[in-house]
């Protein structure tokens, strides 16, 4: 197995050898240059193609708001198949995870990593419906697709096409291939434990009683004129009071003043206890760093190192961070050293098994690490 | 002095990790630096870490403004948990799981009497150095302490303790979840105080604070059941004579005050495990227990009267009563309480009877004359719905003119089965169970409507008992028999005895006086035989004296018979009122009579009492002797 990361933009970087596949990253404005993603494609022999938009790229242990960044990867003893179903709507997230998942869904499947647009999607219900469909032991890794701080227009590329509305996944397939996972938030929540007085699927109304929009805005103060954009950088911690150790972190993802609700990526179940949190950067910093130590640990028994690594992370850190956000890449690329070919980007929703069960799940928030490698 | 200047060796500057890569970002392909970009990248720099730090102070401020607010609610909380705490009517103080005292309320502090309690004492300490705990005497303390400690944790679990101060202390002591204990303590002295008053009072009679008749079966029932073999009691039924006296002339707290003065005294003549109790009125009944012998009762009833005869000084009146005592004897293993309270019941009716200010043993024959009693009581009753009482009459006659100047009317009873009986008989009977009323009045209008038959020269008498003066009804009754007959009230005479003057004399006068209005006349009965005052005569204008028939009988016979009879007909004369002697039955004793200048007599001599269809025969028989001898 090789990687090899590369500029997609300039047309004389090459791979060493024709790859088996091939993930971009870029800016929305690139990723719809037809003219730019062709001479891409054509590059890529009959590789799979599969990508999506963000605002910001991880480009080895840098960033970059602008680049277009391709990792080809090729297998020597793995089969690949690509998956790609329509998503119009939030509401049919779980039937199109589904799809995705029956599709892809084989008796040698080993692991999915999946992309789906960032806009207009319930990520959690698409885990749930690739779960369905594929099996709860397949791994499963992945993200949505972002657009910086606009949310304005996310894209998928998959096949050539340059997609909106859609889910595509590569499923991989065979008994060598190996995917490793980490991920980390390290928010820290700060301020009273409330509870969750009334809310509505991923709709939170009110919280201990007081309009949930009014008593977010006083924490926010002046930001709350941004909302919901910075809404990014006060996800909530989420928790069951029965079991007060398996916490959640729910990204703000917009907000309705007539109303006073505020809506998140993911359920905000009625009697949970819910704490803003804040970002503190060094915290954030030391959370990428463990997402990549947990993942790499994991690699221990492979034999063999991984080649590539997939780092989704979250669009609120990048928000929060600016220009320190380079840090918690630069830690990551520290774990991983500089033989593991890194390429990412920043998302509006990361997907990644959890650490201590091992259950897919959507993430908010965090840095999350895809190690992929093959064995002989 | 010179400054000579020596080369610094150069190092390239240590940059911030931004700051490195904002120079590897501007760094252009010749080497050289973007300026225009690095100071970009710098200025945002500066942006992002300003806004960083109004976020980090934003949420500063916000947590210290959650944290007052939280603080704030915290000691109000704390202020109403212990204005609440210190507002209950309980004691309370709370233990760790170490014993150690974590709060106490302020009741808790008051009851045990302490200033305060130092969270981190043991209840040992606590209890140890209450003021409270401390009256008493060492080993009481310990007990004290050791109850307190042994309080079983079960929920609702609690003990009472009475504690050297007086006071009546419950203890609770609540296991808690966290192997701490609660305790809570009240005060319930009032409450106790007020159950043993209410006890108290249940049992006792308020006026003299003596047992009352529930306490007095609770203690015979308590000898019954600790019986000894050989063991006797006596029961002692005690009534005051003369007591409704006092109270209709002198009023009813003066009976009040000197039935409390009777209880005082009566205490004093018993021991302290006999019983005194007071049933009601002028009611009491003395429990004697362990008797050795009749005698020391006898004594002891003679004592009793002796001390109770003694005059009583009351709000200034000085009062002279007397008492009568029944005495029912039992042995104690044989005793029922019904039984015996009714013997001494019914051997006080025998005193009370048989003259007062004296003492009666009970005896069988007591419990047979009651039962007889009680017969008759119910023949009487169904006497008068069937009309067996019938009127005879015994004629009165002038001595000098042997003519018949009236007729004295008296009742008889014709009982089915036992034939005629005198008043005597059954008169006392209508007394006491409240007869007497009905039967005067219909004694009184028969006797009227029988005298209109007769020629106008011939009077009627007729009896009034003391008893039919107590409703004050008496002038009516008799107008409406005068009325109903048409009888000339002139025509009717009423006699009284001595006795009816005795008791609440003032009504008894005004009543007469209300009857010697209507015209009727009213004779003084049985003179002599009773307290023979002359202030009765002197306070009523009696129209006639009767001279009683004891001293008529004796005439011939016993010289004082003579002196008495001959000291009232003089009195009577002096006084201008007529005399009558009853009872005459020899011509001797007539012939006396005339000597003495009496007006007239009545008795066996002239005619035995005859129904009326034989009264004018009489009359006309009496006219012709008369006639005979002109």
Same mark, same amino acid.
């Given at each position: 197995?090789?990687?090899?990361?590369? &500029? =997609?933009?300039?047309?004389?970087?090459?791979?060493?050898?024709?790859?088996d596949?091939?993930?971009?990253?870029?800016?929305?404005?690139?990723?719809t240059?037809?003219?730019?993603?062709?001479?891409?494609?054509?590059?890529?022999?009959?590789?799979?193609v599969?990508g999506?938009?963000?605002?910001?790229?991880?480009d080895g242990?840098g960033?970059?708001?602008?680049?277009?960044v391709?990792?080809?990867?090729?297998?020597?003893?793995?089969?690949?198949?690509?998956?790609?179903?329509?998503?119009?709507?939030?509401?049919?997230s779980?039937?199109?995870?589904?799809?995705?998942?029956?599709?892809?869904?084989?008796?040698s499947?080993? @692991?999915?990593?999946?992309?789906?647009?960032?806009?207009?999607?319930?990520?959690? @219900?698409?885990?749930?419906?690739?779960?369905?469909?594929?099996?709860?032991s397949?791994?499963?890794s992945?993200?949505?697709?972002?657009?910086?701080?606009?949310?304005?227009?996310?894209?998928?590329?998959?096949?050539?096409?340059?997609?909106?509305n859609?889910?595509?996944?590569i499923?991989?397939?065979?008994?060598?291939?190996?995917l490793?996972h980490?991920?980390?938030g390290?928010?820290?929540?700060?301020?009273?434990?409330?509870?969750?007085?009334?809310?509505?699927?991923a709709?939170?109304?009110?919280?201990?009683d007081?309009?949930?929009?009014?008593?977010?805005e006083?924490?926010?103060?002046?930001e @709350?004129?941004?909302?919901?954009?910075?809404?990014?950088?006060?996800?909530l911690?989420?928790?069951?009071?029965?079991?007060p150790?398996?916490?959640?972190?729910?990204?703000?993802?917009?907000?309705?003043r007539? $109303?006073?609700?505020?809506?998140?990526?993911? &359920?905000?179940?009625?009697?949970?206890?819910?704490?803003?949190m804040?970002?503190?950067?060094?915290?954030?910093?030391d959370g990428?760093?463990?997402?990549?130590? $947990?993942?790499i640990?994991?690699?221990?028994?492979?034999?063999?190192?991984?080649?590539?690594?997939?780092?989704?992370?979250?669009?609120?850190?990048?928000l929060?961070?600016?220009?320190?956000?380079?840090?918690?890449?630069?830690?990551?690329?520290a774990?991983?050293?500089? &033989?593991?070919?890194?390429?990412?980007?920043?998302?509006? =929703?990361?997907?990644?098994?959890?650490?201590a069960?091992?259950?897919?799940?959507? $993430?908010?928030q965090?840095?999350?690490i895809?190690l992929? =490698?093959?064995?002989? | 002095? +010179?400054?000579?200047?020596?080369?610094?060796?150069?190092?390239p500057?240590r940059?911030?990790?931004?700051?490195?890569?904002?120079?590897?970002?501007?760094r252009?392909?010749d080497?050289?630096?973007?300026?225009?970009?690095?100071?970009?990248?710098v200025?945002?720099? %500066?942006?992002?870490?300003d806004i960083?730090?109004?976020?980090?102070?934003?949420?500063?401020?916000?947590?210290?403004?959650?944290?007052?607010?939280?603080?704030?609610? +915290?000691?109000?909380?704390?202020?109403?948990?212990?204005?609440a705490?210190?507002?209950?009517?309980?004691?309370?103080?709370?233990?760790?799981?170490?014993?150690?005292?974590?709060?106490?309320?302020?009741?808790f502090?008051?009851?045990?009497?302490?200033?305060?309690?130092r969270?981190?004492?043991?209840?040992?300490?606590?209890?140890a150095?209450?003021?409270c705990?401390?009256l008493?005497?060492?080993?009481?303390?310990?007990r004290?302490?050791?109850?307190?400690? !042994?309080v079983?944790?079960a929920?609702? #679990?609690?003990?009472?303790?009475?504690?050297?101060?007086?006071?009546?202390?419950?203890?609770?002591?609540?296991?808690?979840?966290?192997?701490?204990?609660?305790?809570?303590?009240?005060?319930?002295?009032?409450?106790?105080?007020?159950?043993a008053?209410i006890a108290?009072l249940?049992?006792h009679? !308020?006026?003299?604070?003596?047992?009352?008749?529930?306490?007095?079966?609770?203690?015979?029932?308590?000898?019954?059941?600790?019986a000894?073999?050989?063991?006797?009691?006596?029961?002692?039924?005690?009534?005051?004579?003369?007591?409704?006296?006092?109270?209709?002339?002198?009023?009813?707290?003066?009976?009040d005050a000197?039935?409390?003065?009777?209880a005082?005294?009566?205490?004093?003549?018993?021991?302290?495990?006999?019983?005194?109790?007071?049933?009601?009125?002028?009611?009491?009944?003395?429990?004697?227990?362990?008797?050795?012998?009749?005698?020391?009762?006898?004594?002891?009833?003679?004592?009793?009267i002796?001390?109770l005869?003694?005059?009583?000084?009351?709000?200034?009146?000085?009062?002279?009563?007397?008492?009568?005592?029944?005495?029912?004897?039992?042995?104690?293993?044989?005793?029922?309480?019904?039984?015996?309270l009714r013997?001494?019941?019914?051997?006080?009716?025998?005193?009370?009877?048989?003259?007062?200010?004296?003492?009666?043993? %009970?005896?069988?024959?007591?419990?047979?004359?009651?039962?007889?009693?009680?017969?008759?009581?119910?023949?009487?009753?169904?006497?008068l719905?069937?009309?067996?009482?019938?009127v005879?009459?015994?004629?009165q006659?002038?001595?000098?003119?042997?003519?018949?100047?009236?007729?004295?009317?008296?009742?008889?009873? %014709?009982?089915?089965?036992?034939?005629?009986?005198p008043?005597?008989?059954?008169?006392?009977?209508?007394?006491?169970? *409240?007869?007497?009323?009905?039967? *005067?009045?219909?004694?009184?209008?028969?006797?009227?409507?029988?005298?209109?038959?007769?020629?106008?020269?011939?009077?009627?008498?007729?009896?009034?008992?003391?008893?039919?003066?107590?409703?004050?009804?008496?002038?009516?009754?008799?107008?409406?028999?005068?009325?109903?007959? *048409?009888?000339?009230?002139t025509?009717?005479?009423?006699?009284?005895?001595?006795?009816?003057?005795?008791e609440?004399t003032?009504?008894?006068?005004?009543?007469?006086?209300?009857?010697?209005?209507?015209?009727?006349?009213?004779?003084?009965?049985?003179?002599?035989?009773g307290y023979?005052?002359?202030?009765?005569?002197?306070?009523?204008p009696?129209?006639?004296?009767?001279?009683?028939?004891s001293?008529?009988?004796?005439?011939?016979?016993?010289?004082?018979?003579? #002196?008495?009879?001959?000291?009232?007909?003089?009195?009577? +004369?002096?006084?201008?009122?007529? +005399?009558?002697?009853? *009872?005459?039955?020899?011509?001797?004793?007539?012939?006396?009579?005339?000597?003495?200048?009496?007006?007239?007599?009545?008795?066996?001599?002239y005619?035995?009492?005859?129904?009326?269809?034989?009264?004018?025969?009489?009359? !006309?028989?009496?006219?012709?002797?008369?006639?005979? !001898?002109a």
């Open positions: 197995m090789w990687s090899k990361r590369i &500029d =997609g933009s300039d047309a004389s970087a090459t791979f060493p050898a024709t790859p596949l091939v993930i971009v990253f870029g800016p929305t404005s690139r990723m240059d037809q003219p730019l993603i062709e001479q891409l494609t054509s590059r890529c022999g009959n590789a799979i599969i999506c938009s963000s605002g910001t790229m991880v242990d960033l970059d708001d602008d680049a277009v391709a990792l080809g990867v090729g297998f020597e003893r793995t089969r690949l198949t690509l998956a790609v179903q329509p998503l119009p709507s939030a509401d049919t779980f039937a199109a995870g589904l799809a995705i998942g029956k599709e892809l869904a084989d008796d499947l080993s @692991a999915i990593f999946v992309l789906s647009n960032g806009l207009n999607v319930n990520g959690s @219900a698409l885990v749930a419906g690739i779960r369905s469909g594929a099996g709860d397949v791994a499963l992945g993200g949505l697709a972002g657009d910086g701080a606009r949310f304005g227009d996310t894209r998928i590329l998959a096949g050539g096409d340059c997609l909106t859609a889910v595509a996944a499923g991989f397939y065979g008994t060598h291939v190996r490793a980490g991920s980390a390290e928010w820290q929540p700060f301020g009273p434990v409330r509870t969750i007085s009334a809310a509505d699927g709709e939170l109304r009110r919280l201990d007081e309009p949930a929009l009014a008593l977010y006083r924490y926010v103060g002046e @709350a004129a941004d909302l919901p954009a910075s809404g990014l950088l006060y996800p911690e989420i928790w069951d009071p029965a079991k150790d398996d916490r959640v972190v729910r990204t703000l993802l917009a907000i309705d007539d $109303h006073g609700t505020l809506t998140f990526a993911g &359920d905000m179940p009625q009697g949970w206890k819910a704490r803003l804040r970002g503190i950067f060094d915290e954030l910093i990428a760093s463990t997402a990549a130590q $947990h993942a640990d994991r690699t221990a028994s492979w034999g063999v190192a991984p080649s590539a690594c997939l780092a989704i992370s979250c669009v609120g850190r990048r929060l961070m600016g220009q320190r956000t380079d840090e918690e890449i630069a830690a990551v690329s774990v991983l050293g500089s &033989d593991i070919a890194l390429a990412g980007f920043y998302s509006y =929703g990361e997907i990644a098994p959890q650490n069960t091992g259950v897919p799940c959507l $993430h908010n965090t840095m999350t895809t992929i =490698g093959e064995c002989a | 002095m +010179s400054v000579s200047a020596s080369p610094v060796p150069t190092e500057p940059l911030h990790p931004i700051a490195a890569r904002q120079a590897r970002r501007t252009l392909p080497g050289g630096v973007d300026i225009d970009r690095l100071l970009a990248l200025s945002e720099t %500066y942006t992002e870490t960083d730090r109004r976020r980090t102070d934003r949420a500063n401020r916000l947590m210290a403004e959650e944290l007052e607010a939280a603080l704030s609610r +915290s000691a109000l909380q704390n202020l109403r948990f212990k204005a705490l210190d507002n209950m009517n309980q004691g309370l103080a709370l233990f760790d799981a170490a014993g150690l005292l974590v709060l106490t309320n302020q009741r502090l008051d009851i045990y009497g302490l200033h305060d309690a969270p981190g004492l043991t209840l040992a300490q606590i209890l150095s209450s003021p705990l401390l008493a005497t060492p080993i009481e303390h310990r004290l302490i050791t109850e307190y400690r !042994a079983a944790s929920c609702g #679990a609690r003990i009472e303790q009475c504690w050297p101060d007086g006071r009546t202390i419950t203890i609770e002591r609540t296991r808690l979840a966290d192997g701490g204990d609660l305790y809570t303590v009240a005060d319930v002295t009032a409450a106790r105080t007020a159950s008053q108290h249940a049992r009679d !308020a006026l003299t604070n003596l047992p009352n008749r529930t306490l007095l079966h609770e203690r015979l029932a308590e000898i019954v059941r600790n000894r073999r050989g063991d006797r009691c006596a029961m002692l039924g005690l009534d005051l004579d003369r007591f409704k006296l006092v109270n209709d002339t002198l009023g009813h707290p003066v009976g000197l039935l409390v003065a009777v005082e005294r009566l205490v004093k003549l018993v021991r302290p495990h006999d019983v005194i109790a007071r049933l009601g009125g002028d009611e009491f009944s003395i429990l004697i227990q362990h008797v050795t012998s009749d005698e020391a009762v006898e004594q002891l009833c003679q004592r009793i002796d001390t005869t003694q005059p009583f000084e009351i709000a200034g009146h000085h009062i002279q009563i007397g008492a009568s005592i029944g005495v029912a004897m039992v042995e104690v293993d044989a005793l029922d309480p019904d039984t015996l013997d001494a019941d019914l051997a006080l009716y025998r005193a009370k009877r048989s003259g007062r200010g004296n003492y009666r043993f %009970y005896t069988p024959d007591m419990h047979a004359f009651a039962t007889r009693r009680r017969q008759l009581e119910i023949e009487l009753r169904r006497a719905k069937s009309n067996e009482l019938r005879h009459y015994q004629p006659v002038d001595i000098a003119t042997h003519t018949v100047i009236g007729f004295e009317a008296l009742v008889r009873w %014709y009982h089915p089965e036992r034939g005629i009986i008043p005597g008989d059954f008169i006392g009977v209508c007394e006491e169970i *409240g007869l007497i009323g009905t039967v *005067g009045e219909l004694v009184l209008t028969q006797a009227c409507r029988d005298a209109a038959l007769w020629p106008d020269s011939i009077k009627i008498a007729v009896n009034l008992s003391a008893l039919q003066f107590k409703s004050g009804t008496l002038p009516a009754m008799v107008a409406r028999a005068l009325a109903a007959s *048409g009888l000339d009230p025509r009717l005479e009423l006699e009284i005895t001595e006795g009816a003057m005795l609440d003032s009504s008894v006068i005004e009543q007469l006086q209300q009857l010697k209005q209507q015209g009727v006349l009213i004779s003084l009965d049985d003179f002599g035989t023979s005052s002359l202030s009765h005569i002197r306070n009523f009696f129209d006639r004296v009767k001279i009683d028939q001293f008529v009988r004796d005439l011939g016979t016993n010289s004082d018979s003579l #002196a008495i009879v001959r000291a009232v007909t003089g009195l009577c +004369s002096s006084l201008g009122i007529t +005399s009558i002697a009853e *009872g005459v039955e020899t011509l001797d004793q007539l012939n006396i009579l005339i000597a003495e200048k009496c007006d007239s007599a009545q008795g066996y001599y005619s035995r009492p005859v129904p009326l269809a034989e009264t004018l025969p009489f009359v !006309a028989r009496m006219l012709a002797v008369k006639n005979k !001898a």
